[in-house]
């Protein structure tokens, strides 16, 4: 991922391939929070919503 400039292309095309573009952002306003708020809150979970909310940790990171 650091050393892939285009790491943000591949995971989006990854995800629209599986078909789980928006689950983590239908989890996050399920719970009344934004996306930034819910991944703060579930970066220690452990496996799959961990891994989400890091990824979306990251995301907004590499969008800035």
């Known amino acids: ?3 892939d400039p ?3 292309e591949h995971a989006a095309a990854s995800m ?3 078909g789980t573009v928006g689950k983590f952002t239908a989890k996050a ?3 009344g929070m934004s996306v930034s708020e819910f991944a703060n ?3 220690g979970a452990g ?3 961990g891994k989400e ?3 979306a940790r990251n995301a907004a990171k590499a969008h800035h």
Do not use: D, Q, V, Y
């Open 6 to 8: 285009h790491w943000m």
């Open 29 to 31: 306003k399920k719970s």
């Open 41 to 43: 809150k579930e970066k």
């Open 16 to 18: 629209k391939k599986r």
């Open 47 to 49: 496996g799959k919503l």
């Open 1 to 3: 991922m650091a050393n």
């Open 53 to 55: 909310a890091n990824f």
